[in-house]
């Protein structure tokens, strides 16, 4: 059953402003009667509630919530809502909808008589009536990681910032700073993606939304670059003003009775990654503390920022299945080596390595039985390489050692080393697996740059020649 009831205009046609303000009251009883469905039922007419109050969510604001595809409401707010709604005896029924901005017109048009998960504005406070806070979090900028830090948005004049059309920060963001210039997107990973490839300038975003969003997408050219004091998510239960007076009461008691250890147990379900603030958590939740708390959020989010991007700088140089250095690291790492190279001389050891017949692995017993291969033997190369030496995962089943100051003869007895670490000792699984390796020298060279390209073609060389020799073996070229 969906219902239409507009909040703040009398309804009806009976005739003057007396039969104005009853038909207004009228509308008001009907939406109560809609909404006792929804209450726990007297002892005597248990089960007397099918239906359930009806709510609005955003169907796309992972990892805050989303409609999965079985048309379940999920997510941080789905997990704090339904323990709220549990403690407050309310029963609710979720009203889908395709985007947020058909959630807020929905509510408005009375289809929905609450939004689960928002933040507080003077527009929506002439329609909505706003619970205490049922979660908090910092908004931070978002930009790439070439930009400078963010400590003043007043001073960037003409930046452009990218938001998702119906944020709640927009309207404050045209109004406090009117030199930047806003970018609306259709969704949360265009704002982002925006940024990442140099259209707009940054994003402004919630940092539980930021973190999970870059980690996701692989959007690893992005950084936190600053904190927008004061522009704290502060998200809350909306109810429609006509039935406030009764619901509201009700879920304040159920978002009090809520423990600062289950708001975190609930937003590390869903946070790709967990960010932990220390911060005593009673300071945040407890009524009148949560000022304080906020204020305490904030001063520690600033500090807090440094080791998130040190964090990300981390994500996005590591291999995610083995742990090793990404091909992308190793790039940049042999540039470093190319530049010593040209600078001071000496030589650098390559070791290309190739995991034999890796394909009947996953052909034979499954894609997840060879990630737990490769996991295993990069620990193996990893242990027997030792300091000094770069071990990276170059693709698929092929791996790099960079290996500076090594000789022909170290680098040999290295791969080698790596070698029998790999195949003398039968992995957990209890199979045997080997590997070949082609090992050839970067040296510097009296004029220019030491040809990378050619060092790489020679290892490559040298291990198909290992391959073709039987493999289980290195070769040099």
Request: hydrophobic share 45%; glycine share 10%.
């Amino acid at each position: 059953m969906r219902l239409s009831v507009t909040g703040g205009h009398p309804g009806g046609q009976l005739g003057g402003q007396s039969g104005g303000q009853l038909g207004g009251w009228w509308a008001r009883l009907l939406v109560l009667a809609v909404l006792l469905a929804g209450l726990p039922a007297p002892a005597h007419a248990a089960g007397a509630s099918p239906d359930g109050i009806p709510y609005c969510v955003d169907p796309d604001w992972a990892p805050y919530e989303w409609i999965s595809g079985q048309g379940r409401h999920e997510g941080i707010a789905a997990d704090l809502l339904r323990l709220v709604a549990e403690r407050a005896g309310l029963t609710l029924r979720l009203t889908p909808t395709a985007d947020w901005n058909e959630s807020l017109q929905a509510a408005r048009e009375g289809h929905c008589m609450m939004l689960s998960f928002l933040n507080t504005t003077a527009q929506r406070r002439q329609w909505l009536t706003f619970t205490d806070p049922l979660y908090i979090d910092p908004n931070v900028v978002i930009t790439h990681q070439d930009h400078a830090a963010v400590t003043d948005l007043a001073a960037l004049d003409g930046q452009r910032v990218a938001l998702p059309k119906g944020t709640s920060i927009e309207e404050r963001l045209r109004r406090e700073y009117p030199k930047l210039v806003i970018v609306i997107t259709e969704t949360e990973a265009e704002a982002f993606g925006l940024v990442s490839t140099g259209k707009a300038d940054m994003a402004i975003r919630s940092m539980t939304v930021a973190v999970d969003t870059i980690r996701k997408k692989g959007w690893f050219n992005l950084k936190v670059a600053g904190q927008v004091p004061g522009y704290e998510n502060l998200l809350r239960i909306g109810v429609r003003n006509e039935v406030a007076e009764e619901l509201v009461p009700r879920l304040n008691s159920g978002i009090a009775s809520v423990t600062p250890e289950e708001r975190v147990a609930v937003a590390n379900r869903h946070v790709a990654i967990e960010v932990t603030t220390g911060i005593d958590p009673d300071l945040v939740w407890n009524g009148a503390g949560v000022l304080g708390g906020i204020l305490a959020a904030s001063l520690f989010w600033v500090l807090k920022l440094k080791s998130l991007n040190r964090r990300l700088h981390v994500l996005s140089h590591t291999d995610g299945l083995t742990g090793l250095e990404n091909r992308s690291s190793l790039n940049a790492y042999l540039a470093v080596v190319m530049a010593r190279l040209t600078r001071q001389g000496g030589v650098v050891a390559l070791i290309l390595i190739d995991v034999d017949h890796f394909k009947q692995v996953n052909d034979s017993r499954g894609h997840q039985a060879g990630d737990r291969v490769l996991t295993e033997l990069s620990a193996r190369l990893k242990q027997a390489a030792g300091d000094g030496v770069t071990v990276g995962r170059w693709g698929g089943e092929e791996f790099l050692a960079i290996c500076p100051d090594l000789s022909e003869t170290d680098a040999k007895a290295l791969a080698e080393r790596m070698r029998k670490a790999v195949a003398e000792v039968p992995f957990a699984d209890g199979h045997h697996y080997t590997f070949s390796a082609g090992v050839s020298l970067l040296s510097a060279v009296p004029q220019g740059m030491p040809d990378l390209d050619a060092a790489l073609a020679r290892a490559d060389q040298a291990l198909y020649a290992a391959k073709s020799a039987g493999r289980n073996c290195m070769n040099y070229l």
